[in-house]
């Protein structure tokens, strides 16, 4: 499958129907609106794997995907999908597993969990894909060589011991990657791999398909926004806003460097 032949992939992170600062969460009653649009218009909802592995893929093709694999996904979003038959792909950060989000900067005592392996074992059996999203969630960008094969390995070996799948498909965390970090993905026998908005300088086709772009659903995305994230090709105004949006996890990375 060539580049151009992927569907809008589409990242969340948290589904919770209690406050949380920041503009990645979504309440329940939000996803169950998108959910529902994409049923009822015929949209065939594949996990990335099924996406990149497809000898026909339809026009009408979309991937949903969630970071960090919050327990809120399993508690709100899961039911959600199942209603509707739609299978999703969660990236699991394994050393949180089951633990809160201390690897983000909380404002408060604000803390989420994490799944844990058991939740993680459920939406593998409902034929959920389970994809590495590193160890510790940190910027791979600003490890030593030897740090980055670490995070990619470890990860994904842990996975697929403790859940006794394959795990094919890596989501690069704050979204930061080049292409020392593609090579270190690519030899840790990933086959995909998930960026956010990519760089340009990263959208070249010999680094296909490890520079796959995804597109994050904000709390202030309506269904307006929504659609036309759905387009086959964004516009350049709405390619400026997601960078812009995207831009405020530097700040998480600068914090925890301190």
């Not at 990619?152 to 989501?171: G, P």
């Not at 994230?229 to 390619?239: D, E, G, M, N, R």
Request: charge should be positive; include cysteine; proline fraction near 4%.
């Amino acid at each position: 499958m060539e580049s151009s032949q992927i569907p809008p992939i589409l990242t969340y992170h948290l589904v919770d129907p209690n406050f949380y600062w920041g503009i990645t969460r979504i309440t329940p009653r939000q996803f169950e609106y998108k959910m529902s649009y994409l049923s009822e218009t015929g949209y065939d909802c594949v996990t990335v794997q099924e996406a990149l592995t497809s000898h026909s893929p339809k026009t009408k093709q979309v991937c949903i995907t969630f970071d960090d694999s919050y327990e809120s996904v399993y508690k709100y979003a899961f039911p959600i999908l199942e209603r509707f038959n739609i299978r999703a792909t969660v990236f699991v950060i394994t050393g949180y597993i089951g633990k809160s989000n201390a690897w983000d900067v909380i404002i408060g005592n604000n803390h989420r969990k994490h799944m844990n392996w058991e939740q993680l074992r459920t939406l593998s059996k409902s034929n959920w894909e389970i994809a590495s999203h590193t160890t510790s969630h940190i910027a791979l960008t600003t490890l030593s060589k030897t740090s980055v094969d670490c995070e990619v390995n470890q990860s994904k070996h842990t996975l697929e011991r403790r859940l006794n799948t394959s795990i094919s498909t890596f989501s690069y965390p704050f979204g930061h990657f080049n292409q020392r970090i593609m090579c270190a993905v690519k030899k840790a026998n990933y086959k995909f791999a998930c960026g956010m908005v990519v760089s340009e300088s990263m959208k070249n086709a010999s680094f296909f398909p490890y520079n796959l772009e995804r597109r994050p659903i904000y709390f202030i995305d309506t269904l307006k926004t929504f659609k036309q994230k759905l387009l086959p090709k964004q516009s350049s105004l709405q390619v400026m806003r997601e960078r812009i949006l995207t831009y405020g996890c530097k700040g998480t990375i600068l914090v925890k460097s301190w």
